[in-house]
């Protein structure tokens, strides 16, 4: 028998005037208890009356009172993992961890894809209107701030990953990306390297500027000029680095190592090398940042910084879920976690060219 919705009852609601779970139960003409196993995705709901509740909550712009939520049932916690990531192998890892973690904490894990654009608000306000608990935003969608601003508006907590400037309304993971991009450029100065190129990272991430500030501190800490011919724009993606690579690579005086913002970009160097017929790391050191498992399938293997991307990911989801049971230790809003340089087969010193000889 179909359900007639009804209109929600004069002066229900809050007293902030947000529509409660009873006023979304009136208008869909369906019980409080349906409209909360909706809300938490049980199956024993028909498609249809779904359907209703759906339209109901979209049309009342109902935002489920998540602490509530969580104090009734811990284990039914729905976190939301939304992804837009240029990078297979960045990404690859931050889900298992992500997923590892959910199944160690015993909550949901929604993952959904988030493309940077027009529909970007679409997505995340679909995703609160579902009932979600909580959001992690690996990048790029950790500094997108139209995606931001719908989460903090609708005061859904967040973790953001990998930010070098999170918000304060959010919790967030991150490395020292300055300090690591630092680090690489002093171990290729103490290589010997004087002509280091370093390829950006996306401009739109808080992150690719401070690895360009560690790279242009570890110069001034050693007293070399910072020269703008030997940085190359790039946007962490193997396409861009391919293109940052042959313009440095172009220069009458090329660099001797080329330092990329993250292993993608560092494979892609490597095959421009290896199409110019240079041998890496005889003739060009080159480096990446990431340490994903891109860094090992190719030839040579890569210098690179591990950043624990898989244990980035579990730290989000444990914060997130900390913040939303409210244990001991929730009130940490920034957790920052350990980077290691690895060394491979793709750095050495310069080589020693002899001088040219001049044709008589």
């Known amino acids: 028998m179909a359900m007639t919705p009804r209109k929600p009852r004069a002066g229900s609601g809050r007293q902030n005037g947000a529509p409660t779970i009873a006023d979304v139960a009136a208008l869909a003409g369906v019980s409080t208890m349906t409209v909360s196993r909706v809300i938490n995705a049980e199956n024993n709901v028909r498609d249809s009356t779904r359907e209703t509740v759906t339209a109901a909550i979209a049309e009342l712009n109902y935002a489920p009172n998540r602490a509530a939520r969580s104090l009734a049932g811990a284990s039914h916690l729905r976190l939301g993992l939304l992804y837009s990531n240029p990078s297979a192998a960045y990404l690859s890892e931050f889900l298992v961890g992500s997923l590892d973690q959910a199944g160690r904490s015993d909550i949901q894990l929604v993952v959904e894809k988030c493309e940077l654009g027009d529909h970007e608000r679409r997505v995340v306000e679909r995703m609160i209107n579902s009932g979600i608990d909580g959001v992690i935003l690996p990048p790029p969608l950790c500094d997108s701030r139209s995606v931001l601003d719908v989460l903090i508006a609708a005061r859904v907590p967040t973790v953001v990953v990998a930010t070098g400037c999170p918000p304060k309304e959010c919790a967030a993971i991150s490395i020292d990306d300055r300090g690591a991009a630092q680090a690489m450029?002093?171990?290729?100065?103490?290589?010997?390297?004087?002509?280091?190129?370093?390829i950006t990272g996306n401009p739109n991430l808080t992150a690719s500027g401070q690895r360009l500030d560690g790279y242009r501190a570890a110069l001034a800490a050693a007293g070399m000029p910072f020269d703008e011919q030997l940085v190359a724009d790039g946007l962490f993606t193997y396409r861009s680095g391919l293109d940052a690579a042959d313009e440095l690579l172009e220069r009458d005086d090329p660099p001797t190592a080329i330092f990329a913002s993250n292993d993608d970009m560092a494979a892609a160097t490597v095959a421009v090398a290896h199409r110019r017929g240079l041998d890496v790391p005889g003739d060009l050191t080159v480096c990446g940042f990431d340490d994903s498992a891109l860094a090992t399938t190719i030839w040579p293997e890569l210098t690179t910084i591990h950043q624990p991307i898989?244990?980035?990911?579990?730290?989000?989801?444990?914060?997130?879920?900390?913040?939303?049971?409210?244990?001991?230790?929730?009130?940490?809003r920034h957790?920052?976690?350990?980077?290691?340089?690895?060394?491979r087969q793709?750095?050495?010193?310069?080589?020693?060219?002899?001088?040219?000889?001049?044709?008589?």
């Open 185 to 198: 450029t002093q171990h290729l100065i103490e290589l010997g390297h004087a002509r280091i190129g370093f």
């Open 310 to 332: 898989a244990d980035m990911s579990r730290a989000a989801v444990e914060l997130l879920t900390a913040m939303l049971r409210g244990k001991r230790g929730s009130d940490v």
């Open 335 to 343: 957790v920052t976690l350990d980077y290691t340089l690895i060394r």
């Open 346 to 360: 793709s750095d050495a010193a310069p080589r020693r060219r002899p001088p040219a000889r001049v044709k008589k």
